[in-house]
């Protein structure tokens, strides 16, 4: 090897290591807060705030908290076990990183990322400095897709300042931890919690926001608006579906996860309150869910209560949906049997399922009683992201279940 090679290679040795060394002192070292953005077509992106220190990546999310392990290798990767992304990223120095948000298996809907040190507490959308001339506090009356298959919402925030958290309900469920800011008469809100990557920007026009919505790489909502609205109500989620006459009791046997098979049968479980969850580890509602329904579980599997988890999974091989709920229950520390019921599609929970009037969500709750009765179905999940939504459906499924094992 001539001495020019020789110096080449000494060369690039020396950038490896020192390139390594960064991305070690990046990782480990107590580093306060960043602000990431994911970057979508046309400017638009998705910020959110992070925090690395001794190895560990927080994501936060108004009061949400998300600890993710940082490893070490050639780049800094942060995998988010319960639903299966990564953050993929080099250190380009000590205030700035860039690479990807790869969700899931397809690499086609992978996400620029990139982030940049900011101090903890600071504002998300930071793109103007304009102080906000709107209060957008309260609860706000929605609807979303105006233009194509609308569908209602409830909007309720809380306002500091310029700083807005919240989140938004709708009838199969809740957009989880939002938070953002109010600049001039506009607002910005987004979450990123490694399943979905949102973005809401509107501006008050008069009493009403128009807006738009952006989820991952490619869905846009081109108009939904809100007028505020303090009495505004949705459905009643025990009134979406329901048990239909004539149909013969549920009886089902499916592959299992964390058991051999998860069956049921109304004689096998006599004396015993059921639930039946319908879900898909590809749903941030439904980890919500599997969350408090493991508390029930764990309070009160003991004294009869019955919880059997049904999957249901992303188009792929079997032996791929199972490895993915291995991982999954893992990470949530689900104790009740799971099993995998089939792929995510209501339409084909519904035909699995004829005793119910649809399947018009995951998740879906069945209650059913120590006789076998059904004694309700439970529409989607309003997670801790809804604040007194979500307090007051813990303390009413708390008596019920209570009900249900002395009846």
């Not at 392990?69 to 250190?91: A, N, Q």
């Not at 086609?108 to 982030?115: H, L």
């Not at 188009?315 to 099993?339: C, E, H, W």
């Amino acid at each position: 090897m001539g001495r020019y090679s020789w110096f080449l290679l000494a060369v690039l040795v020396s950038f490896c290591a020192c390139n390594n060394s960064l991305i070690k002192e990046v990782a480990t070292s107590p580093s306060g807060g960043w602000l990431g953005k994911l970057h979508l077509s046309g400017g638009h992106y998705v910020p959110f705030n992070f925090s690395i220190e001794d190895s560990i990546l927080v994501i936060s999310n108004s009061t949400e908290r998300i600890p993710v392990d940082i490893l070490v290798e050639d780049s800094l990767r942060c995998h988010l076990p319960v639903f299966g992304s990564d953050l993929v990223f080099k250190v380009v120095n000590h205030h700035e990183i860039r690479g990807f948000w790869h969700n899931g298996q397809d690499r086609n809907k992978s996400i620029v990322f990139s982030a940049t040190r900011q101090p903890l507490g600071n504002n998300r959308f930071n793109h103007s400095s304009v102080e906000p001339s709107k209060h957008f506090q309260g609860k706000w009356k929605t609807t979303f897709s105006v233009n194509n298959n609308a569908y209602p919402a409830i909007g309720i925030f809380e306002q500091n300042h310029n700083v807005v958290t919240g989140t938004f309900l709708t009838e199969t469920g809740d957009y989880r931890y939002l938070e953002g800011n109010a600049i001039g008469d506009s607002l910005f809100l987004s979450c990123f919690d490694g399943a979905h990557a949102f973005l809401f920007a509107a501006e008050q026009i008069g009493d009403s926001l128009c807006g738009i919505f952006r989820s991952g790489k490619n869905y846009i909502d081109s108009c939904w608006v809100a007028v505020k609205n303090d009495s505004v109500e949705l459905s009643n989620p025990d009134s979406l579906s329901y048990i239909l006459a004539n149909e013969p009791p549920f009886s089902f046997s499916f592959p299992g996860i964390n058991t051999k098979s998860v069956d049921y049968s109304k004689r096998a479980f006599l004396g015993k309150p059921v639930i039946i969850q319908l879900f898909g580890s590809w749903c941030p509602n439904c980890a919500d869910e599997c969350r408090f329904l493991s508390q029930l579980y764990n309070e009160y599997h003991d004294e009869g209560l019955e919880v059997l988890g049904l999957a249901f999974e992303k188009t792929q091989p079997f032996q791929k949906q199972k490895n993915r709920l291995i991982s999954y229950i893992d990470a949530l520390d689900i104790p009740y049997p799971v099993g995998i019921a089939g792929n995510s599609s209501k339409s084909d929970a519904s035909k699995m399922f004829p005793q119910i009037s649809a399947i018009t969500s995951f998740p879906t709750c069945v209650f059913i009683d120590k006789a076998g009765r059904v004694a309700r179905v439970h529409t989607g999940f309003y997670g801790p992201g809804t604040g007194p939504y979500y307090n007051k459906y813990v303390k009413n499924t708390r008596l019920f279940i209570q009900e249900l094992l002395v009846k």
